[in-house]
């Protein structure tokens, strides 16, 4: 079944499909640039993981957008684990900003609050790609992972924590537990 968006994006739910989906912050603006700020978007993707029951089979989070690879949730849409997962990182970091405890501990987010604020945490649109091949699932995860070193933030992907790449290719622990690719521990061949 397809859900029609503006400008003829379509959307194609219910077949079982892997999902790879990417979605920016507010303008592309590095919301996410702050170490405290990505570990709270990976708390956040835990529990709405839990919640909508969705198979993460890859991520990376980077300094202004999110690279997710995911199976059909049992509970909704993609569509709708990405609204409750924006509403929930949005609403956390404009709690932790307006938390008055420690000036360390503040998440610094310009929301609106006063003038010259944002609007918003992310952009409301998002991208998604369903995959359905081992070849696909492959590409899609080689990509996320070298995105930390292409935008130079690090010189190898062991070394950016906010992706998933250490659960295919180091046997250590990640962040998130990863569902794998076809429930395999290692990149499908």
Request: overall charge positive; hydrophobic content about 35%.
């Amino acid at each position: 079944m397809g859900f029609a968006m503006p400008k003829g994006l379509k959307r194609y739910y219910g077949r079982g499909d892997l999902h790879f989906i990417t979605f920016s912050c507010y303008r592309r603006l590095p919301l996410l640039g702050k170490a405290r700020t990505r570990n709270l978007f990976i708390k956040v993707l835990r529990e709405i993981r839990a919640r909508y029951g969705f198979a993460l089979v890859g991520y990376v989070v980077m300094p202004e957008h999110v690279h997710l690879l995911i199976g059909e949730p049992s509970k909704g849409t993609p569509s709708s684990v990405l609204k409750a997962l924006k509403a929930g990182v949005s609403r956390r970091a404009r709690n932790k900003r307006r938390n008055k405890g420690a000036p360390g501990k503040q998440l610094e987010l310009p929301f609106r609050e006063g003038a010259g604020g944002l609007p918003r945490f992310w952009q409301r649109r998002f991208y998604d790609f369903n995959v359905w091949s081992g070849k696909k699932i492959r590409e899609k995860l080689e990509y996320m992972h070298r995105n930390p070193v292409t935008r130079k933030l690090v010189a190898h992907p062991r070394e950016w924590p906010w992706s998933s790449w250490t659960f295919y290719y180091k046997d250590a622990a990640c962040l998130l537990e990863m569902d794998g690719a076809n429930g395999r521990p290692k990149v499908p061949k």
